[in-house]
């Protein structure tokens, strides 16, 4: 018998495509999913939960895995609970709310331990308890909304369908939004019908309203918006004083024409702004400028925990050289600034550069420097600019991780002590694999749950370099 034959016998079967099967779950996966077996075969389904027996209805039957749509829930987990929005399993974004938030942190702290076994030595390193949200609701401090007319003329606002990106869901309450956010959505739409105004198509490339963005200042609690529209036929005064009127803390409202073809949210061309253009926000004793365009961590309360973790993992003396890598609006390096003696930064986007500046002088730093370029340019001329050695490194790369060559640049460093800061556990794992090539030991991942009813979860990994 050839060894392909065998194979053959020893592989569970594997269900067609389009049959339903009746699958027992006891797991859940980072992606959402959980996972479960049909004889043996391993099944990925959405909106299932540990526990859960189900029937699934199979979409996609690979060699060693199949992924499947909940289609009948023959006996609930005990674990399972009600969810809080109608719009569960529509919307795709809070995939983890059938379950309790306790329920939730503990499989992210496992799906974080699951992902450090896959480093050399990883079942070693010590995985602290995850750290709590102080707020498992109303927890984000922005919100992006798209306008649509549907096919019976109704104008709604809301977000894309995951499984057809054409098709726009309406919200009328998002529960991980602070309530006046809703507010000020309802207003817009209500503004939008009495205008008579066009909604964008994506296929035709024309209409007026696009998209709205909110967000939320913890510190103030005001809140500014941003509407984007497809062309000009528009009245701004009206709308803004709609919005205005329907909720007291909007401190301002700016109109952007976004001509470009791809639904991201930016203005090409901001034409005009009534009152306020930015807001202050503040993490423990420092103030940030927050404009509609800046990048901020989405829940102000759990990043201000996030950011302490960061700062005690680096063991800050007030001598040190401190380098933030990514440094986006500059958040980590002011918040770890006063316990360091010099504080770099790098950062692709160069708005967000200028925010770093500008966030430094409103408190009062002046040991801190910020550059924009790409980090495979950008660290060598900043090297070459301060003329000495980085004591400490942040890393906080995009979710996808680093890019290898410019890891490298940054572990040639050699830095004493790095905290490595990941919204993707998987790609941490794999990054810290050369990490600990080059001669970095990890110590411990503390994972933080900055995304609660979602499968998200923060980690900061602390690197000391072996003697």
């Not at 503040?282 to 960061?310: C, E, H, M, P, W």
């Not at 990941?422 to 090539?437: G, K, W, Y």
Request: with cysteine.
């Amino acid at each position: 018998m050839t060894s392909n034959a065998t194979d053959q016998q020893q592989r569970p079967p594997r269900p067609k495509k389009g049959e339903a099967v009746e699958v027992a779950f006891d797991a859940l996966a980072f992606g959402g999913a959980a996972l479960g077996r049909r004889e043996g075969f391993v099944i990925f389904t959405k909106y299932a939960a540990p526990g859960d027996r189900a029937k699934v209805r199979i979409h996609h039957a690979k060699k060693n895995y199949g992924e499947g749509e909940l289609v009948e829930l023959l006996q609930p987990s005990p674990d399972r609970i009600a969810p809080v929005c109608p719009l569960f399993t529509h919307c795709g974004g809070c995939s983890w709310q059938h379950l309790p938030i306790e329920v939730q942190r503990a499989w992210k702290e496992r799906i974080v331990r699951d992902s450090l076994r896959a480093i050399p030595g990883g079942e070693a390193i010590t995985l602290h308890p995850l750290v709590a949200s102080p707020d498992t609701w109303r927890y984000r401090n922005k919100m992006e909304f798209t306008f649509a007319r549907w096919p019976n003329g109704r104008l709604v606002a809301g977000f894309h369908r995951p499984d057809n990106w054409r098709e726009i869901l309406d919200v009328e309450k998002c529960w991980l939004a602070p309530e006046p956010v809703e507010r000020i959505l309802r207003a817009a739409v209500d503004e939008g019908v009495r205008q008579n105004l066009t909604a964008w198509n994506p296929k035709t490339h024309e209409g007026t309203l696009r998209q709205l963005v909110v967000r939320h200042s913890v510190a103030e609690d005001g809140f500014l918006a941003l509407i984007l529209t497809g062309d000009r036929a528009f009245d701004f005064g009206s709308f803004a004083d709609a919005l205005m009127r329907a909720e007291p803390r909007l401190k301002g409202i700016a109109w952007g024409l976004n001509a470009g073809q791809s639904d991201v949210a930016r203005a090409s061309d901001v034409l005009e702004t009534r009152g306020a253009d930015t807001l202050e926000e503040k993490l423990d004793d420092f103030t940030f400028r927050v404009s509609l365009a800046s990048f901020f961590q989405t829940n102000t309360r759990g990043a201000a925990k996030l950011y302490r973790i960061v700062r005690d993992s680096l063991e800050l003396t007030g001598k040190e050289r401190l380098l933030d890598a990514y440094c986006g609006t500059g958040t980590i390096g002011i918040f770890c600034a006063s316990g360091a003696r010099e504080v770099y930064g790098i950062e692709l986007v160069q708005d967000a550069i200028h925010d770093a500046r500008e966030n430094a002088a409103r408190n009062g730093l002046r040991n801190t420097m910020f550059m924009a370029g790409d980090m495979r340019l950008a660290l060598p001329a900043m090297m070459n600019a301060i003329e000495g050695r980085i004591d400490r490194l942040v890393v906080d790369p995009p979710r996808g991780g680093m890019e290898r060559k410019a890891l490298d640049q940054l572990l040639a460093l050699r830095a004493p002590r790095i905290a490595y800061v990941s919204c993707n556990p998987t790609t941490m794992a794999r990054d810290l694999v050369p990490a600990i090539e080059s001669g970095y030991a990890v110590e411990c991942v503390t994972p933080v749950d900055m995304f609660p009813q979602t499968y998200h979860v923060e980690c900061v990994a602390k690197l000391t370099l072996r003697q």
